[in-house]
């Protein structure tokens, strides 16, 4: 049963590229969530998702960022016209019932030039 | 708002046990206290979760306090392995809603020494 799994696991961009990240959450798991850690710093909440619904997004920068969890496919996190700021690893991870259990993949790492 | 209060950091004896500690003074009745852990830089491990009973697994024990205002996470024979940011945080059990996310705090950075 393969967990959460993320691609690509690195990712390097140059300043006003568009990085698009994927998530394909564990089988039988409808809940997605993107975290985002800063080198050095915590896991920060990013958005939740269900399929074809966004649930919470209170933790998304209001500008150039935006994700989606199709019916079918996997969930995309797409970061517009990066800046090195957004130089981080995000975190996907999903759960079966929206309970606090969560799976996590080993994230994506990008790296902003 | 932070929910948990932790060390930032512990040190354990290799086959010693790790008792990690975490203060929640003002956990609702509703909410339970979920353990992670972060190996260096892998994704976050979910390692256990209780309401107010003892709880234990293939991989820790978790024990809350009666008041359930703390809890501490054990590791009976801790390996280097065990070397991670321990996380400590409460939420209510229910199904995700908008604003009850996962949040996670500075955690306890444990290193397990031979």
């Known amino acids: 049963n393969a967990g959460v799994m993320q691609n690509p696991r690195h990712l390097v961009r140059r300043r006003g590229q568009e990085a698009r990240l994927r998530c394909s959450p564990m089988?039988?798991?409808?809940?997605v969530y993107w975290y985002r850690q800063l080198p050095e710093e915590g896991l920060k909440f990013m958005v939740y998702?269900?399929?074809?619904?966004?649930?919470?997004e209170s933790g998304m920068p209001k500008e150039r960022f935006s994700a989606e969890f199709p019916k079918e496919g996997p969930s995309i996190l797409r970061i517009q016209q990066v800046v090195r700021g957004d130089s981080a690893a995000y975190f996907c991870?999903?759960?079966?019932?929206?309970?606090?259990?969560?799976?996590f993949g080993e994230g994506s790492r990008l790296t902003v030039l | 708002d932070a929910k948990t209060t932790q060390p930032p950091s512990m040190d354990c004896a290799e086959g010693r046990a790790a008792n990690l500690p975490c203060n929640h003074s003002?956990?609702?009745?509703?909410?339970?206290v979920y353990w992670y852990r972060q190996i260096h830089s892998q994704g976050p491990q979910y390692i256990i979760h209780?309401?107010?009973n003892n709880e234990t697994n293939e991989m820790a024990s978790l024990i809350i306090t009666e008041d359930r205002k703390s809890s501490t996470l054990i590791l009976p024979h801790a390996t280097l392995r065990d070397t991670a940011v321990y996380y400590c945080?409460?939420?209510?059990?229910?199904?995700?809603?908008?604003?009850?996310?996962?949040?996670f705090g500075g955690g306890t950075r444990l290193m397990v020494k031979p």
């Open positions: 991870a999903s759960s079966r019932q929206g309970t606090g259990e969560l799976f």
């Open positions: 089988k039988g798991h409808s809940h």
């Open positions: 998702l269900q399929k074809e619904n966004i649930i919470d």
């Open positions: 003002t956990i609702s009745g509703n909410e339970y």
């Open positions: 209780g309401l107010k």
């Open positions: 945080i409460v939420r209510p059990f229910a199904p995700n809603n908008a604003g009850n996310m996962l949040t």
